[in-house]
């Protein structure tokens, strides 16, 4: 928790002029997870790391864990180790606003917990890959090197399972 | 030279994106099934899952190269009762796929030989390892004939199923396909008979032997040949099994026994038998033997070994059908009619009828837009008839007083008919 108070100040210390190359985000996303009848929403933090290497053309790395489980018809359900690999493709800024696009591969496992008759439990877990892709906006604050991110993701994975999510956070950049 | 530079910027963000697009698409993995089947579970409350091959397997269990074999599960609850778990779409697994492998669907497939094992995975329970054995081993004889719970005794017209077991050497016994199957001649004489349209799952037979219809009992052999094949070095080999066919048969029973056939279509008719070493009653309308007896140009009823008990109209008229076993038989009405979709009476309008009359039997009724006495279409005794009102008049419903009206109070009363799903009503008007 020090280390991550540290970053912070660290990246808020930086003047806003510097060019800004690297940056970390941090969001939270509330995931819908459909497969069957059923449907759940879930809630995870995201930490994300990245640079740009090209204007408007970046690569970053994501990570995410469960906050809340989401229920529904007596079963319970949540993301875990959420990873994801993402290319960015971001437009030029228009009074600080620009939009983006992220295209990458992600990783994710999905809890899922059921009571049976005699009250006990059954847990299945199953491990998911597959391509995903976000669609966003990112604002920067005025003399600031932090911005507000929100954006819509979803995750396909060649399966009969549904898995977006809205997520809305902070980043900062140095 | 920026052109350049743009053209080339271009060409690699297309690049990229396709390339990543392609790598994200081809990377896809994981399995939604346990989720779904968690919910599954859930509803018919799974406890344990066991995989069974097919039912007819000998065990230890061995296989030929090549051999399938649909496998299922067998599902318990947490309080033990058995449920019923589709083997479609589960996470089968073979320890070797190159021995055995194994669908999604439960579907083993031998390959070679070796030692293989079978389990299955649903909701996240995994089923006992069934182990099997593929040999190519040939067969070094037919070591016996199952079937018909052991005995040698055959309830006379009803099939049993037989399945000839073969012997590949030490423990391995395998149920037999593309054996040969006969019964001898004098086996035939008796009425024996096996159907070939009605083979087992393991490529057995279903027999049918029969007292002779005014014979005694006696004996019944059946013969089971596995044919030589040069090409693998595979002998042929043959196994004979004798029956006795029983006398406890002691009444025979046909239903319906009134029954209703379009022309141009068909009824089915059920033969039930009881023995006297039997509790309940048997169906046996595979093994007895039908013929119509009256009205042969009416109906055709199938017999054994093509559609059994199966009466086909095929003009206008009544028929008696009857299913014979031995000494016992059995007849059903079978009523044949063309049917126009239409009834028609041969009376118009209220009919007016006085209380003194005491009955009325001049009511008729025929299929067709008009009424006609032409004993093709006449269905005054066929039809189901009934009166809206009892205390006023009754009307026959059985035999051939059928439509006759008793005329009991005075008033007025309804009288409907009804002939294949088609109702017809006149209003009777009784005055004293």
């Given at each position: 928790?020090?280390?991550?108070?540290?970053?912070?100040?660290?990246?808020?210390?930086?003047?806003?002029?510097?060019?800004?190359?690297?940056?970390?985000?941090?969001?939270?996303?509330?995931?819908?997870?459909?497969?069957?009848?059923?449907?759940?929403?879930?809630?995870?933090?995201?930490?994300?790391?990245?640079?740009?290497?090209?204007?408007?053309?970046?690569?970053?790395?994501?990570?995410?864990?469960?906050?809340?489980?989401?229920?529904?018809?007596?079963?319970?359900?949540?993301?875990?180790?959420?990873?994801?690999?993402?290319?960015?493709?971001?437009?030029?800024?228009?009074?600080?606003?620009?939009?983006?696009?992220?295209?990458?591969?992600?990783?994710?496992?999905?809890?899922?917990?059921?009571?049976?008759?005699?009250?006990?439990?059954?847990?299945?877990?199953?491990?998911?890959?597959?391509?995903?892709?976000?669609?966003?906006?990112?604002?920067?604050?005025?003399?600031?090197?932090?911005?507000?991110?929100?954006?819509?993701?979803?995750?396909?994975?060649?399966?009969?399972?549904?898995?977006?999510?809205?997520?809305?956070?902070?980043?900062?950049?140095? | 030279?920026?052109?350049?530079?743009?053209?080339?910027?271009?060409?690699?963000?297309?690049?990229?994106?396709?390339?990543?697009?392609?790598?994200?698409?081809?990377?896809?993995?994981?399995?939604?099934?346990?989720?779904?089947?968690?919910?599954?579970?859930?509803?018919?409350?799974?406890?344990?899952?066991?995989?069974?091959?097919?039912?007819?397997?000998?065990?230890?269990?061995?296989?030929?190269?090549?051999?399938?074999?649909?496998?299922?599960?067998?599902?318990?609850?947490?309080?033990?009762?058995?449920?019923?778990?589709?083997?479609?779409?589960?996470?089968?697994?073979?320890?070797?796929?190159?021995?055995?492998?194994?669908?999604?669907?439960?579907?083993?497939?031998?390959?070679?030989?070796?030692?293989?094992?079978?389990?299955?995975?649903?909701?996240?329970?995994?089923?006992?390892?069934?182990?099997?054995?593929?040999?190519?081993?040939?067969?070094?004889?037919?070591?016996?004939?199952?079937?018909?719970?052991?005995?040698?005794?055959?309830?006379?017209?009803?099939?049993?199923?037989?399945?000839?077991?073969?012997?590949?050497?030490?423990?391995?016994?395998?149920?037999?396909?593309?054996?040969?199957?006969?019964?001898?001649?004098?086996?035939?004489?008796?009425?024996?008979?096996?159907?070939?349209?009605?083979?087992?799952?393991?490529?057995?037979?279903?027999?049918?032997?029969?007292?002779?219809?005014?014979?005694?009992?006696?004996?019944?052999?059946?013969?089971?040949?596995?044919?030589?094949?040069?090409?693998?070095?595979?002998?042929?080999?043959?196994?004979?099994?004798?029956?006795?066919?029983?006398?406890?048969?002691?009444?025979?029973?046909?239903?319906?026994?009134?029954?209703?056939?379009?022309?141009?279509?068909?009824?089915?008719?059920?033969?039930?038998?009881?023995?006297s070493n039997q509790a309940n009653p048997v169906t046996v309308t595979n093994g007895a033997e039908w013929l119509v007896v009256m009205g042969v140009n009416t109906v055709t009823v199938g017999t054994v070994g093509n559609s059994p008990g199966v009466v086909s109209g095929v003009t206008g008229g009544t028929a008696t059908v009857?299913?014979?076993?031995?000494?016992?038989?059995?007849?059903?009405?079978?009523?044949?009619?063309?049917?126009?979709?239409?009834?028609?009476?041969?009376?118009?309008?209220?009919?007016?009828?006085?209380?003194?009359?005491?009955?009325?039997?001049?009511?008729?009724?025929?299929?067709?837009?008009?009424?006609?006495?032409?004993?093709?279409?006449?269905?005054?005794?066929?039809?189901?008839?009934?009166?809206?009102?009892?205390?006023?008049?009754?009307?026959?419903?059985?035999?051939?007083?059928?439509?006759?009206?008793?005329?009991?109070?005075?008033?007025?009363?309804?009288?409907?008919?009804?002939?294949?799903?088609?109702?017809?009503?006149?209003?009777?008007?009784?005055?004293?």
């Open positions: 928790m020090r280390a991550l108070l540290a970053f912070v100040l660290l990246i808020l210390s930086i003047p806003a002029t510097a060019t800004e190359r690297y940056y970390g985000e941090y969001v939270i996303g509330t995931s819908g997870i459909r497969h069957t009848d059923l449907q759940f929403r879930t809630v995870e933090g995201r930490l994300t790391l990245g640079g740009y290497f090209a204007k408007g053309l970046g690569a970053e790395v994501s990570f995410g864990g469960p906050f809340r489980v989401g229920e529904d018809e007596g079963f319970t359900v949540q993301v875990e180790n959420l990873a994801t690999l993402s290319m960015r493709f971001e437009s030029p800024p228009a009074e600080g606003l620009s939009a983006y696009i992220l295209l990458g591969v992600s990783r994710f496992a999905v809890s899922q917990r059921g009571v049976n008759s005699l009250g006990g439990a059954r847990t299945v877990r199953e491990n998911f890959q597959g391509a995903s892709f976000t669609i966003g906006l990112r604002q920067q604050l005025t003399n600031s090197r932090l911005s507000l991110v929100g954006g819509y993701q979803l995750h396909y994975v060649d399966q009969p399972i549904d898995i977006d999510a809205w997520t809305f956070g902070v980043r900062a950049a140095w | 030279m920026v052109a350049n530079i743009m053209v080339k910027t271009n060409a690699f963000f297309k690049a990229a994106i396709t390339l990543l697009v392609a790598l994200s698409l081809a990377s896809c993995d994981g399995d939604v099934r346990p989720l779904v089947e968690a919910v599954e579970a859930n509803d018919i409350d799974l406890a344990t899952i066991e995989i069974q091959p097919p039912a007819s397997s000998l065990m230890p269990l061995f296989v030929s190269p090549g051999e399938r074999l649909q496998f299922s599960i067998l599902g318990r609850t947490f309080e033990g009762q058995s449920v019923t778990v589709s083997p479609n779409n589960r996470r089968w697994t073979s320890s070797n796929s190159n021995i055995a492998s194994v669908s999604d669907n439960g579907l083993v497939v031998a390959h070679s030989n070796g030692t293989v094992s079978i389990s299955a995975r649903v909701a996240g329970a995994v089923s006992q390892q069934f182990n099997f054995e593929v040999s190519d081993a040939l067969l070094q004889g037919i070591e016996r004939i199952d079937g018909n719970n052991g005995g040698d005794v055959l309830n006379s017209c009803l099939p049993q199923n037989f399945t000839a077991i073969g012997n590949y050497g030490g423990s391995d016994l395998r149920a037999l396909t593309g054996v040969v199957w006969s019964v001898n001649t004098a086996s035939q004489m008796m009425g024996a008979e096996i159907f070939t349209s009605n083979t087992t799952p393991t490529g057995g037979i279903s027999l049918v032997g029969r007292q002779p219809t005014g014979g005694n009992v006696g004996d019944v052999v059946l013969n089971a040949t596995f044919p030589a094949d040069d090409e693998i070095g595979q002998a042929a080999f043959s196994f004979e099994r004798r029956f006795q066919v029983s006398d406890t048969l002691t009444d025979l029973t046909v239903a319906p026994e009134r029954v209703d056939v379009e022309v141009g279509r068909t009824t089915r008719l059920v033969a039930s038998a009881t023995y009857r299913a014979v076993c031995g000494n016992e038989f059995d007849d059903a009405i079978v009523i044949s009619a063309n049917n126009s979709g239409s009834l028609s009476f041969n009376r118009n309008g209220t009919i007016l009828l006085e209380l003194s009359d005491r009955t009325f039997s001049g009511l008729r009724l025929s299929t067709g837009d008009t009424f006609s006495s032409s004993p093709d279409r006449d269905v005054t005794n066929e039809a189901q008839w009934s009166s809206s009102n009892t205390n006023v008049v009754t009307v026959d419903t059985d035999g051939s007083e059928r439509g006759t009206l008793t005329l009991l109070s005075e008033g007025t009363a309804t009288i409907s008919a009804e002939f294949f799903d088609t109702v017809i009503t006149i209003d009777v008007q009784v005055n004293n």
